[in-house]
């Protein structure tokens, strides 16, 4: 099976990484369609959704792909010291209010009273000189603006971007859909089971009733608040290439450390973080969601086996390690998908065979290193915080 696609794009031949161990240069990971499809066809197995009839697997398909290929936007200001990398889930409304009032970012650093996410949009924000670009634009940037994001645990990204959803359709009524998993009691374990097992259909398309006749795919993800759920990978399908600048990767279980190695690469600040600027109301668990999602999952491993599948990407492309229920793991029935041996691989190996290092020619390619073989190292998810 064809795990990677080549990419061409930031030449780190001759970068070497900050002296953090956290926040460092990337590798761009990069996956084709066909690998997302076989995450999600086994994510369905084991989360044992039955099976899907040609025109549904449409959406679901349709899902897999929007969810993993996202991209979220780009943050920036006319001195291009650098571009924050948007991150639904990972302080995204957080670290804009802070880049605001750094020093060296904006053209004129504002005040914790004008701080605000959307301030771009305004002529306050406008006469700082920050701007707001989508992905697919970021060569207008340029090669030689670098580019920066934070990363986090994937499944408590996960969980929070469901618990976001619900607060926002619950509390917010964002959105008047009416989505079948919604009869399940709020805040249960059984809703947020019922909840993964929809998406992994490719219910949000034929149950969000369109707006407008045509409305495109991002339409809908932004109207029923699933854009949270997009993996953070997925921006190196849109990054990756000619033209753009090189990317750097933190960690929000270490962002205080990282936003210090931030500022310093980038010639900013200095400025300590401030993480009560611009929180959303949803981060208490007021309606009990996450709690309900962490217990769903600690009752059904084959429910967190089909959360690894989904989010493998994100935990092959930053080093966190598979959780142990996802630990063993294995691909059934595929024997020989790039290692010679049993008919079943443990999903470490697909893992390993899914990080990347750069080949030393230059060409920034991503490939597959250590075939069969369990990295044995990675970022670890025990005591991964739910914010």
């Not at 084709?32 to 076989?38: G, I, L, P, Q």
């Not at 996410?117 to 707001?132: F, N, T, V, W």
Request: charged share 20%; hydrophobic share 35%; net charge neutral.
């Amino acid at each position: 099976m064809e795990l990677l696609q080549e990419t061409t794009g930031t030449d780190i031949q001759d970068m070497q990484p900050p002296a953090n161990r956290s926040f460092q240069l990337a590798t761009p990971l990069v996956l084709t369609d066909k690998a997302v499809r076989f995450f999600w066809s086994e994510a369905r197995r084991e989360a044992g959704v039955p099976q899907i009839r040609p025109v549904a697997m449409r959406f679901a398909r349709r899902t897999a792909s929007v969810l993993s290929f996202g991209c979220f936007g780009l943050y920036t200001s006319t001195s291009r010291k650098a571009v924050y990398v948007r991150q639904p889930k990972v302080g995204n409304d957080n670290i804009k209010c802070n880049l605001q009032m750094t020093p060296g970012f904006p053209s004129g650093v504002l005040t914790r009273e004008q701080t605000r996410p959307e301030i771009h949009s305004i002529e306050l924000g406008r006469d700082a000189g920050l701007e707001a670009f989508q992905c697919q634009d970021a060569v207008v940037i340029g090669s030689a603006t670098p580019l920066f994001t934070y990363v986090r645990e994937p499944i408590s990204k996960f969980i929070s971007a469901y618990s976001e959803i619900e607060f926002r359709n619950v509390i917010e009524k964002n959105t008047t859909y009416g989505f079948d998993y919604e009869s399940e009691t709020l805040g249960s374990p059984q809703r947020f089971a019922v909840f993964v097992r929809w998406l992994l259909r490719g219910r949000m398309w034929t149950q969000a009733k369109r707006r407008e006749e045509h409305a495109g795919m991002k339409d809908v993800l932004g109207e029923t608040e699933m854009y949270h759920m997009m993996l953070s990978s997925g921006m190196f399908k849109w990054l990756a290439k000619p033209g753009i600048g090189k990317i750097y990767v933190g960690h929000l279980e270490s962002l205080e450390d990282d936003w210090s190695a931030t500022l310093s690469t980038f010639g900013l600040g200095p400025r300590p973080l401030d993480r009560t600027l611009c929180q959303h109301p949803s981060s208490s668990d007021e309606l009990g969601t996450k709690a309900g999602a962490m217990a769903a999952l600690e009752a059904d491993p084959a429910l967190q086996r089909a959360l690894c599948w989904i989010l493998l990407p994100d935990f092959a492309a930053f080093g966190y390690e598979l959780p142990p229920a996802c630990s063993g793991l294995s691909v059934h029935g595929r024997g020989g998908a790039g290692c010679k041996g049993p008919t079943e691989e443990a999903v470490g190996g697909l893992v390993a065979r899914m990080q990347v290092a750069d080949d030393g020619s230059g060409s920034g390619t991503a490939h597959a290193h250590n075939p069969c073989k369990p990295s044995g190292q990675g970022r670890s998810s025990k005591g991964a915080g739910v914010g």
